[in-house]
């Protein structure tokens, strides 16, 4: 059973608390919407979805919430700026936790925290995320936007094992001047998360369950991971077919309590719709780590 000897830091973002030590709090479980691919999106480019689909979603999530125990957080996908405000809207408007501002485009994230600092709902929102490709544009933008909840992305692409990653956010790894904490905390940001940057299972993945206990015993602060992309590219499963594709389904639930077991204070699980046998495991694993630690 872990414990770490330093202090853990906490903090509490739309009335959840992300941090501390294993076995004395819940771990947040983070589900996505809108993700590529996604069925209930019409239209990427207006961020237009079917009626309806994203209450039903945002219900069962919050059901499976109550059901178990689990605290929840949202993560919103969108590829423009219109796109994400008005998934923001629509999400902010049903569901009063935090919402992850996620995009593989800068200036889409941006819109986020600039439509989140107009709504006043900026202290709600987790900017995801700033990794080593950050650019002097994007600090600017992050600082002008007053952006204060952000996760940094232990991605070292010279390094997958845990080294490279805690060396990236320490002292910048060879790829940044300094360290990509110290810079994140320079530029406002002033409650990070570490993801510890699960890519493919052919590239490290392992390596992040290692990175969250180092991370947290130098740090202190959350830290997690998404450890479902893992099992997305894990050469086995995805030759499964037919009746046995439903294999995939027991190790993604698997997958999401790995992280836990090393600690982690919150865990990105993938598809929203996995919300209810994502938290029933989760669920069990913090109850049996809370029992592990009651003599501490």
């Known amino acids: 059973m872990l ?24 771990t947040v479980m983070v589900g996505s919407l809108f993700y590529p691919r996604h069925s209930i999106v019409e239209d990427r480019v207006k961020g237009i979805v079917r009626p309806g689909s994203v209450e039903r979603l945002l219900e069962q999530m919050s059901s499976a919430s109550a059901e178990t125990g689990c605290p929840t957080a949202v993560m919103v996908y969108a590829e423009t700026p219109e796109c994400m405000r008005r998934h923001l809207d629509k999400v902010s408007g049903l569901y009063e936790g935090p919402i992850f501002i996620d995009s593989p485009s800068a200036e889409v994230r941006i819109a986020g925290t600039a439509w989140a600092r107009e709504c006043g709902m900026e202290g709600r929102v987790i900017y995801n995320t700033i990794s080593a490709g950050v650019t002097s544009e994007e600090w600017e933008a992050l600082e002008d936007n007053h952006v ?10 010279g390094d997958l ?10 002292n910048g790894g060879g790829l940044l001047t300094e360290g990509l904490l110290e810079m994140a905390q320079r530029h406002g940001v ?11 299972s052919e590239q490290g993945a392992g390596s992040a369950l290692r990175g969250i206990m180092i991370a947290k015993a130098k740090w202190g602060l959350p830290t997690g991971c998404a450890m479902h992309n893992a099992v997305e590219s894990y050469p086995p499963l995805s030759r499964l077919q037919g009746e046995d594709r439903k294999i995939f389904r027991y190790v993604d639930v698997a997958s999401a309590i790995m992280p836990m077991m090393a600690g982690a204070d919150f865990v990105m699980y993938g598809p929203i719709e996995f919300a209810r046998r994502t938290m029933h495991a989760a669920a069990f694993a913090d109850v049996l780590m809370e029992q592990a630690a009651a003599e501490l």
Do not use: W
């Open 190 to 200: 002033e409650r990070p998360l570490l993801d510890m940057a699960v890519m493919s």
């Open 3 to 26: 414990k770490f000897l330093n202090k853990q830091c906490t903090y509490t973002i739309g009335k959840v608390e992300f941090g501390g030590q294993p076995g004395k709090r819940r």
């Open 161 to 170: 094992q845990a080294k490279g990653k805690i060396y990236l956010l320490e």
């Open 148 to 157: 204060r909840n952000a996760v940094l992305l232990a991605f070292h692409p």
